[in-house]
């Protein structure tokens, strides 16, 4: 039903097996975005606004493509983005995708919503980890949705810690859920199918229960908080007593809030067009902090995602001042095709497309990025 693995070839073939294999509510799901889809097709579109200005002679035999994600070694500046319900696209689920990251010697983002418990994801990172002698750099991070509920949110945090999760990604760019689009179609399809003529309303911002009705997937447990604000970082930082990066900053005052807030990273992240509509891509929100407020740079580890389908992508990223970068669809689309080994499949097209985008660079480690190995003046003047 599906082509043979080895045809995969570049990080966007997982989506044409992904589809002929997930069920038309889990394609829904995990392929849909916000409103028109203008956040989406801009994160996919402005990798294209930035080129590289390439330098030759340099000797570029051996290159090493490794760093550290606060503080943690990993074999590549990449990692997997936390995405829930992963249950819904293959029967492994989350552990499935963690076994091709630690094979791989990538980090994961582990999701809120995951399908399994924190502590068997977990368990699954630390049995693949044995089966490779402990070769393995990977880690998990716990990606954080403040759940309303403040006891319930505490206890969420001393689980990941208990677990072993190294850092928390604090999701902030989802108040309530953004206007999925093609699951309301559905939505409504499937409520005209068995007579049901009036489709529920979507969920007001600020109702209690906000995430409950993502579609497809189950509720976040505890549910999420419109309710939060800046001043709930201080009780998060000092339940969790470790490092925060905040994921979905979108604008350079944010990033500067994040600083003076004492977390550690920020994610430049629009939720893979997910969430508001007409977001700016992270690209665009990396160019404005270059410009408003570099202080950052220096101080603050900063990730950024969305619409990265190659290699090179995650070089244009990294010479602009990032961190790491990080995958969500091509990694669910390898996942529903091929399990952990398409999760592996994607990692060695993304790290092969790096290594040869910084050789053609005139780079032979990533610490020899710069911003002047590209030219962003087409998405600056956009
Ligand atoms: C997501 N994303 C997401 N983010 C998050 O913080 N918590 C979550 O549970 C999820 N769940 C989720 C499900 C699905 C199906 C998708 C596609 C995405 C957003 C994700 O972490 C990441 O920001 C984007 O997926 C990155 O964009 P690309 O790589 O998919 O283009």
């Known amino acids: 039903k599906i082509p043979h693995i080895s045809l995969c070839v570049s990080a966007t073939d997982f989506e044409a097996p992904a589809k002929a294999v997930l069920s038309h509510k889990a ?18 579109d402005d990798w294209s606004l930035i080129n590289f200005r390439p330098r030759v002679l340099r000797n570029v035999g051996d290159v090493d493509m490794r ?10 500046p990449f990692y997997l983005s936390p995405m829930g319900t992963m249950g819904m696209i293959h029967s492994g689920a989350e552990p499935e995708m963690v076994k091709g990251a630690v094979r791989k010697g990538i980090h994961m983002v582990v999701s809120t919503a995951s399908s399994k418990t924190t502590e068997q994801i977990m368990e699954s990172c630390i049995e693949e980890q044995k089966w490779l002698n402990n070769a393995s750099p990977t880690c998990l991070f716990f990606q954080y949705y ?12 001393k689980k990941a810690k208990a677990a072993g999760y190294k850092g928390i990604w604090i999701t902030v760019d989802t108040p309530v859920l953004g206007k999925r689009t093609a699951d309301r179609q559905l939505q409504a399809e499937e409520a005209l199918s ?23 997937g189950r509720a976040v447990p505890g549910q999420l908080s419109p309710h939060t604000t800046w001043g709930d970082l201080k009780w ?18 944010d990033a500067k809030l994040a600083l003076e807030s004492g977390c550690q990273g920020i994610l430049l992240s629009n939720h893979g067009g997910r969430q508001i509509h007409s977001a700016p891509s992270a690209l665009m929100t990396l160019l404005e902090i270059r410009t408003y407020c570099p202080e950052v740079f220096g101080e603050l ?8 389908r190659d290699g090179a992508d995650v070089l244009k990223a990294l010479c602009l001042g990032a961190t790491a970068v990080g995958v969500g669809r091509p990694y669910l689309y390898a996942l529903a095709a091929y399990g952990a080994q398409g999760i592996g499949r994607c990692t060695d097209i993304l790290a092969e497309e790096l290594a040869t985008a910084m050789r053609l660079l005139g780079i032979t480690s990533l610490d020899q990025a710069r911003p002047d190995m590209v030219n962003a003046s087409r998405l600056i003047n956009e």
Not at 27 to 44: E, H, M, P
Not at 150 to 157: D, M, T
Not at 195 to 206: F, N
């Open 67 to 76: 760093m550290s994600i606060l503080g943690h070694l990993s074999e590549l």
């Open 194 to 216: 068995v007579g049901l003529l009036d489709v529920p309303p979507a969920r007001e911002p600020g109702e209690e229960n906000a995430f409950a009705p993502a579609f497809g």
């Open 27 to 44: 394609w829904v799901y995990a392929s849909s975005s916000a409103n028109t889809g203008l956040s989406l097709r801009k994160n996919i």
């Open 146 to 157: 403040i759940p309303v509920n403040r006891e319930r949110a505490i206890a969420l945090l």
């Open 301 to 308: 580890e900063i990730f950024l995602d969305g619409g990265v």
């Open 236 to 253: 998060i930082r000092e339940e969790w007593g470790g490092p925060i990066v905040l994921k979905g900053i979108q604008c350079a005052e």
